[in-house]
């Protein structure tokens, strides 16, 4: 697999609340920050562009530009893209540690052909519209898709719709519902159950097992 020809933006400023151990950039997963991991993947990227919480000391050591992030996700992904230097952008959460050089290249990819691109799964679960506390309509599963990062689009999309989104006042949680607001069409690769993401203190058991294996096994993705 070749060089990652992109500018990889690292949204990593969150305060992690959910969790609850200070922001999940500098929170220890088998012997690595998530934000080690979260780089790993990219150790071939052209370009990589980290955001953390404003007044946080940049890790040593990692081969990666920092910067001060906003008060949301989208705020800092849009400081990251003002400072891309590349015409291809693949944004990734840092919460999602785990991600393979497969899922980076078919995100890559298809957003190199399309324009944006995001991976997704199906649902593995029953969906229901809760009625109060009470069990309510099931929605058919297979209509959904779970959205995953990285994310891949043209540099010059992504900012037109992050402009686009400030000026119509429109808050999103990832950078796909912004181009798709555009009336740009995204497309959709397989993700992958391993590239969840570390939201509740339950999830860092899963890293630890995901961690544990990936260490022993770094060839594996
Ligand atoms: N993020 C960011 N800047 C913010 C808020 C969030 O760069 N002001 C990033 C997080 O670091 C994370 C991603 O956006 O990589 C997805 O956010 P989430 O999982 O919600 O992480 P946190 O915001 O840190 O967690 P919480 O919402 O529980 O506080
Ligand atoms: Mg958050």
Redesign the pocket.
Known sequence: MGRVEASVL??????????GLG???FLRVGGRTLLEW?LLPFREAAEVLV?L?PGAKPPEGLRATFLE?????Q???ARLLEAASLPLVLVH????PFVSRGLVERVLEAARTAGAAVPVLPVPDTLVRPEEAHYGEVVPREGFRLVQTPQGFFTALLREAHAYARKRGLSA?DDAQLVRALGYPVALVEGERTAF???YREDLLLAEAVARVWSAWPQGR
Not at 10 to 19: F, K, M
Not at 69 to 73: A, D, E, L, V, Y
Request: proline share 9%; hydrophobic share 35%.
């Open positions: 690292i949204p990593a400023a969150g305060n992690g609340e959910r969790l922001p999940k950039a979260a955001a919480p992030g906003g008060r949301t996700r705020e800092s992904v959460d840092v919460a999602r949680t993401k570390v939201t």
